[in-house]
């Protein structure tokens, strides 16, 4: 019996400390969950901001290579398979492709090996 006196003063001594700082657990309640909520978007999206910081460096470079007239030169362009935005690709295109081992999709056309002069 004394054991079930002494636990039901400590929950009455914690829940009228819960009751005196309502306003206090509530706010650190909510900041907790915002900070979940950042850490969880910060890492979800994280990759994606990594793939944007790339790009933009990679056009910076090429934008001051092509203002500054740099020595021009050429160079072979690997055959591959190039997404199209509208329509599809020509018959002869599905051909080399099929030749090549290539299976297009719909919105697919097959870019063949060149040298490219800059």
Known sequence: MKSITCFKKKSEKVSSWI??????????SGVLV???????IGLRFKSQTKLLSSARET???INDFVSKGTPKSSHIRREHI????KGTASPQKRIEAA???FK??????FVKETIVKA
């Open 19 to 28: 009751k005196q700082h309502k306003k206090e657990i509530s706010i650190s």
């Open 59 to 61: 056009t910076t470079v």
């Open 104 to 109: 297009l999709l719909y919105n697919e056309t």
């Open 82 to 85: 190039r997404t199209l935005l």
């Open 34 to 40: 915002l900070t979940g909520i950042g850490i969880v």
């Open 99 to 101: 030749e090549k081992g």
